[in-house]
């Protein structure tokens, strides 16, 4: 049996290029456009929670599987955290966590970023859509 210091560690930061590294996993889950506008509306609702059926309403497009999906990695991930109303049916409400708010500011630096260059890439794309396709060996 082996015993834990009592002494608190430092926290191991990931590295993005070594093939072991979680970080390459947790950067899959919290890149999504899910992921994105699922913390957007509790970040707007903060400190207050909001229900699922809120939750699907404000992200067009999304499925009831996917948003499932995504709050259950969000909650596993301890970005949100769960409460159920024991009704019938259960009323299910999600907030953000101190370390879930902290994400909403690098995604909204990203979303904002994905808008205002959204025409520039639109035009690119049309570009090397009519050109020849080159690819990388």
């Keep these: 049996m082996t015993t834990r210091s009592t002494h608190a560690q430092a ?26 506008m699922a913390v957007k509306v509790l970040a707007q609702a903060a400190p207050q929670e909001v229900r699922f059926a809120e939750l699907r309403r404000r992200m067009p497009g999304v ?13 596993r991930d301890g970005l949100i955290t769960r409460r159920v109303e024991p009704t019938v049916p259960p009323r299910v409400h999600y907030s953000l966590t101190e370390l879930g708010l902290s994400l909403e500011i ?19 794309n049309a570009v090397n859509a009519s050109s020849p396709s080159s690819h990388d060996e």
């Design 106 to 124: 690098p995604l909204a630096a990203l979303r904002t970023w994905a808008e205002d260059h959204m025409a520039e890439i639109d035009r690119a």
């Design 63 to 75: 499925s009831q599987k996917m948003l499932s999906v995504t709050l259950h990695n969000l909650a």
């Design 11 to 36: 926290p191991v930061r990931g590295d993005l290029f070594d093939r072991e590294c979680p970080t390459r996993q947790l950067l899959d889950r919290i890149g999504t456009k899910w992921t994105s």
